[in-house]
């Protein structure tokens, strides 16, 4: 599949007339890191809260992760990867996972508006794109970290894997996946993609500030494609079946099982992506 805006590299292409109000207020570009986790976490310290939140794009990454010490893989210049880093004083620690939804909201409506997918959300942080045949691959994952000061957040990275032209082959993923050139079935410019996602996270930003979460949740919950369905869930003693219900408030999966029982999960991969 050929590439198209192979110039992502450019912080003045990526600022230029974004018109965006909150985000980013610096940007670090380079064409090969570890993780960009790791490279927002050492620049954090040296930035004032006025030149924050920090955006760190890499075109490559050596030791890109998931959660729970998985790994993220990508072939250079194929994928958007990125992490933006902000020391988020307004938000309440217990809270935290909003960011988590404004990453995936912002995600789904990038990809959407660049590319007219109707991606959606696999529970909790995965991007969906849909195949063919009803059947949804996995094209992106949102990954956060966050540090404490005492009860309060210090600080929050969250990171963001896009493939663009390029996913890992069956059998090196857990789900099956995909890319957003794949899916759409032509070239899709990363830098426009950037650039919206930009202006997506700058949005849901700044609803997030002035207390407006309920418009974050609602919209998280309406892409959440593992609602209304038959799922597996794996969590860290074993999978559990299920129909899935609905999230609570805090973000958490109500999955009743075969006997009736309600389940609520916190944390887990879903695991079933067929109609
Ligand atoms: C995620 O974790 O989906 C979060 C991924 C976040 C990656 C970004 S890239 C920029 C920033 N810097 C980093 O170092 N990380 C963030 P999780 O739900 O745990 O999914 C990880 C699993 O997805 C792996 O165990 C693989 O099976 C699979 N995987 C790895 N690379 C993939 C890819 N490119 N596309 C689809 N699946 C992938």
């Known amino acids: 599949m050929p590439r198209m805006g192979d110039n992502v590299r450019d912080r003045a292409a990526?600022?230029?007339?974004l018109r965006t109000a909150t985000?980013?207020?610096?940007?670090?570009?380079?064409?090969?890191?570890g993780s960009t986790m790791d490279v927002a976490r050492q620049l954090l310290p040296e930035l004032r809260d006025d030149e924050l939140p920090l955006l760190v794009y890499a075109d490559e990454q050596t030791s890109g992760r998931g959660r729970l010490g998985r790994s993220w893989v990508a072939p250079s210049g194929s994928a958007l990867l990125l992490s933006l880093a902000l020391r988020p004083g307004w938000?309440?620690?217990?809270?935290?996972?909003?960011?988590?939804?404004?990453?995936?909201v912002a995600l789904c409506d990038a990809v959407?508006?660049?590319t007219g997918l109707?991606?959606?959300?696999?529970?909790?942080?995965?991007?969906?794109?849909p195949t063919g045949d009803g059947v949804y691959a996995k094209a992106a994952g949102v990954l956060l970290e966050a540090g404490f000061n005492g009860a309060a957040l210090a600080w929050v990275i969250i990171g963001i894997g896009v493939n663009v032209s390029d996913s890992p082959p069956p059998g090196l993923a857990r789900y099956p996946a995909t890319s957003l050139c794949a899916a759409a079935g032509r070239p899709v410019d990363r830098l426009a993609l950037l650039r919206a996602l930009l202006r997506h996270l700058d949005a849901w930003h700044a609803l997030l500030i002035a207390g407006?979460?309920?418009?974050?949740?609602?919209?998280?919950r309406a892409r959440l494609h593992s609602l209304g369905r038959?799922?597996?869930?794996q969590l860290s003693h074993g999978p559990i079946i299920g129909w899935a219900e609905a999230v609570d408030r805090s973000g958490a999966l109500i999955l009743r099982?075969?006997?009736?029982?309600l389940h609520t999960i916190s944390t887990g991969d879903v695991g079933v992506l067929s109609p």
């Open 118 to 129: 109707a991606a959606m959300l696999k529970w909790p942080n995965d991007l969906l794109l």
């Open 23 to 33: 985000l980013p207020r610096t940007v670090r570009c380079y064409s090969q890191v």
């Open 91 to 104: 938000l309440p620690p217990e809270r935290a996972l909003s960011l988590v939804w404004m990453a995936g």
């Open 230 to 233: 038959s799922i597996t869930v």
């Open 14 to 17: 990526i600022l230029a007339d």
């Open 257 to 261: 099982d075969a006997v009736g029982a």
């Open 212 to 220: 407006e979460e309920q418009a974050l949740f609602d919209a998280w």
């Open 112 to 114: 959407a508006e660049q």
